[in-house]
Structures are given as structure tokens and as C-alpha cells.
């Protein structure tokens, strides 16, 4: 599966054009764009902080009918809203359109965000060091998610049909669950391969354990499989051998301003706090115990220093009139 990033400054027809290219050199790869690109161009026009919510509820519809339930809420605070976001086809933002098989459902390009911000110290190095830097593994956590739809099995009730098929009630919708084809009418647990929250509750009254249904992609011997292929040590850049000839750098222009190293933030969104605000801290004098003043405010030095200031505005004062 390819993920590609939309950014909002990107023209209409340009990334019209990005999206045929796509489709056209890789006609069988699902292309997704980030929905917090779309989020943030959505959010010029409809700021309101309620929208926030139902929005990303759309974004996170695992189905086709969940998604229209969570668009008509959001058409009730703002129909124009409902409107615009269908401006973008949900199909390439929206889990309800996304393909079963990939075993991923983000709807963002987070994990290059953070990969990014994680290479932050060796990126801007020349491409043998900055590799050289770039050497270590991670793993999904894949229990972290698996116990977060355990603890929301717990609001879900079922009912067994006595073979296979299991109904399951959250609050006022129902869902078929099918353990043998580990199916569930909600697609999450097609789309990604982890047990939702009506799948863990049928698997509970058949009395078997979640973590035998996650898909084999997550298991520790396709994690082995996949760093099979590790890098292999290398020696100091001193013990390469030399080659007579010398490679030509790039051609580069330097572009004006101090190069970037953060990414920019959205309209609205915090600024990266640098040092811990003072704001609540209650002031306090070792010398008497007492809170309200410290040593530049209380004592006979910080009187003689208020009457010396209050001289001499009057001074200038009194020379301003004449």
C-alpha cells in the first residue's frame, strides 16, 4: 500500500493532476491522503471547535452507513460544512472506502511525521553520515490497541445464534460478527486485522482468547521475517577503500532564511512550548516565609528605590510643563 501526503497549499489542479499520475503508474496501489492535511484546509472556513469532533468521526467510519450517520451530525451543526468536505473523495480519507487487505488504518501521515522529526539531528548530514545515523528498528504496539477495544467490549452485549454468527449490541446499533471468517459487519476488523470491540465481546462468550485472531502480519515470527535481511556491521570510513576518483556535489542554491528544522504548524494550533510559564506559581521570600512579595519588591532597599523613581518622574515632569 502506497500513503501519500496531501499538503493544503497545493492547488486544485495540481493535485487533481497528482492523483491521475497515481492512478495511472500504479493502477493496483490504494493512495490515501492525509486527513489532517484536509482537516486544516476544511477548517479556514467552518472554526467553530464543535465541528472538530464529527469531522474526524467521518474520517474514522470503519463503514459506508456509519460514515453517512456521522456525516448527517455533522450537517446539523453545519450544513455548508457537510457540503464542502465531500469536496475531497472520502474514498482516498475516509476508513469506510479503504481497501481490506492492507492491515492499516491511518488516516494520516504521522508515521513519516515522526520518522521525520525522529531523524531531525542526522538529516541535514551529507547522505553517507546521515545513513550511517539512520540504523535501528521499530515495532508496532499492537496490544496497546487490542486493550483499548477490550476495554470498550465491556458497554457491548451479544447474542448467539449457535453456530458461528454472533449479534452484537453497542448502545443503539447491532453488528454481525463471524469468528470463523473473523468478520465483522462494523470492517474494522478486516481493515485492520485487529479484533474490534464487537469481535472481542463475541470471542469472550465463545470463551476464546483476542490475541489468536489478530492477523499473522503482527506476529513475532513475520516481525522476524521482515528484519531477516538486517544490516550487516561495517567498518570505520577509514578502513574503505579509495577510489582516484572525486564525486561532483550537487548543484545547490541556497534559498534565503534559516533553514527549517521544525515543521510548520497549522492556524490555530499551539506554538511548541520552549520553557515552563510562571502563570499560578505563588511568589515566596526565604528570608520571612511569606507569600505575595519577594526580595526585589519588600524591604527598605525596594522603598527607597520606589521614592527615588517617584522623584524623578515628577522631576520630568515638572521640566515638560515649564
Given at each position: 500500500?502506497?500513503?501519500?501526503?496531501?499538503?493544503?497549499?497545493?492547488?486544485?489542479?495540481?493535485?487533481?493532476?497528482?492523483?491521475?499520475?497515481?492512478?495511472?503508474?500504479?493502477?493496483?496501489?490504494?493512495?490515501?491522503?492525509?486527513?489532517?492535511?484536509i482537516?486544516?484546509?476544511?477548517?479556514?472556513?467552518?472554526?467553530?471547535?464543535?465541528?472538530?469532533?464529527?469531522?474526524?468521526?467521518?474520517?474514522?467510519?470503519?463503514?459506508?452507513?456509519?460514515?453517512?450517520?456521522?456525516?448527517?451530525?455533522?450537517?446539523?451543526?453545519?450544513p455548508?460544512?457537510?457540503?464542502?468536505?465531500?469536496?475531497?473523495?472520502?474514498?482516498?480519507?475516509?476508513?469506510a472506502?479503504?481497501?481490506?487487505?492492507?492491515?492499516?488504518?491511518?488516516?494520516?501521515?504521522?508515521?513519516?511525521?515522526?520518522?521525520?522529526?525522529w531523524?531531525?539531528?542526522?538529516?541535514?548530514?551529507?547522505?553517507?553520515?546521515m545513513?550511517?545515523?539512520?540504523?535501528?528498528?521499530?515495532?508496532?504496539?499492537?496490544?496497546k490497541?487490542?486493550?483499548?477495544?477490550?476495554?470498550?467490549?465491556?458497554?457491548?452485549?451479544?447474542?448467539?445464534?449457535?453456530?458461528?454468527?454472533?449479534?452484537?449490541?453497542?448502545?443503539?446499533?447491532?453488528?454481525?460478527?463471524?469468528?470463523?471468517?473473523?468478520?465483522?459487519?462494523?470492517?474494522?476488523?478486516?481493515?485492520?486485522?485487529?479484533?474490534?470491540?464487537?469481535?472481542?465481546?463475541?470471542?469472550?462468550?465463545?470463551?476464546?482468547?483476542?490475541?489468536?485472531?489478530?492477523?499473522?502480519?503482527?506476529?513475532?515470527?513475520?516481525?522476524?521475517?521482515?528484519?531477516?535481511?538486517?544490516?550487516?556491521?561495517?567498518?570505520?570510513?577509514?578502513?574503505?577503500?579509495?577510489?582516484?576518483?572525486?564525486?561532483?556535489?550537487?548543484?545547490?542554491?541556497?534559498?534565503?532564511?534559516?533553514?527549517?528544522?521544525?515543521?510548520?504548524?497549522?492556524?490555530?494550533?499551539?506554538?511548541?512550548?520552549?520553557?515552563?510559564?510562571?502563570?499560578?506559581?505563588?511568589?515566596?521570600r526565604?528570608?520571612?516565609?511569606?507569600?505575595?512579595?519577594?526580595?526585589?519588591?519588600?524591604?527598605?532597599?525596594?522603598?527607597?528605590?520606589?521614592?527615588?523613581l517617584?522623584?524623578?518622574?515628577?522631576?520630568?515632569?515638572?521640566?515638560?510643563?515649564?
Amino acid at each position: 500500500m502506497l500513503l501519500l501526503t496531501h499538503f493544503s497549499n497545493l492547488h486544485n489542479v495540481l493535485f487533481q493532476d497528482l492523483l491521475n499520475a497515481v492512478g495511472e503508474l500504479f493502477p493496483q496501489i490504494e493512495h490515501r491522503i492525509c486527513t489532517r492535511h484536509i482537516y486544516a484546509s476544511w477548517r479556514k472556513k467552518h472554526r467553530e471547535d464543535d465541528f472538530q469532533k464529527p469531522f474526524w468521526m467521518c474520517a474514522k467510519a470503519s463503514s459506508i452507513p456509519f460514515f453517512n450517520f456521522c456525516r448527517a451530525k455533522l450537517a446539523q451543526l453545519t450544513p455548508a460544512g457537510a457540503k464542502d468536505m465531500m469536496s475531497t473523495n472520502p474514498k482516498h480519507w475516509s476508513r469506510a472506502w479503504f481497501n481490506i487487505g492492507s492491515n492499516c488504518d491511518s488516516v494520516d501521515n504521522n508515521m513519516c511525521e515522526s520518522f521525520n522529526n525522529w531523524i531531525v539531528d542526522v538529516r541535514a548530514h551529507p547522505i553517507i553520515s546521515m545513513l550511517e545515523g539512520i540504523r535501528t528498528k521499530v515495532c508496532p504496539n499492537i496490544l496497546k490497541k487490542l486493550n483499548k477495544y477490550i476495554d470498550l467490549a465491556q458497554h457491548c452485549s451479544v447474542i448467539w445464534n449457535g453456530k458461528n454468527g454472533y449479534e452484537v449490541r453497542q448502545k443503539d446499533k447491532r453488528y454481525i460478527v463471524d469468528i470463523d471468517k473473523r468478520t465483522c459487519s462494523c470492517r474494522y476488523w478486516q481493515l485492520a486485522g485487529i479484533p474490534c470491540a464487537h469481535a472481542i465481546t463475541a470471542l469472550f462468550m465463545s470463551s476464546k482468547p483476542a490475541e489468536e485472531y489478530i492477523a499473522d502480519c503482527y506476529s513475532i515470527e513475520e516481525y522476524n521475517k521482515i528484519y531477516d535481511h538486517c544490516l550487516m556491521p561495517m567498518e570505520g570510513m577509514d578502513q574503505w577503500p579509495t577510489d582516484p576518483r572525486k564525486p561532483q556535489p550537487p548543484a545547490y542554491v541556497k534559498m534565503p532564511g534559516r533553514p527549517r528544522k521544525e515543521r510548520r504548524r497549522e492556524l490555530g494550533e499551539a506554538k511548541k512550548a520552549t520553557k515552563v510559564s510562571r502563570i499560578g506559581t505563588k511568589i515566596k521570600r526565604r528570608k520571612f516565609k511569606s507569600n505575595g512579595h519577594n526580595s526585589r519588591t519588600c524591604g527598605p532597599r525596594s522603598n527607597a528605590k520606589r521614592r527615588i523613581l517617584g522623584a524623578g518622574k515628577e522631576a520630568s515632569t515638572f521640566l515638560c510643563l515649564n
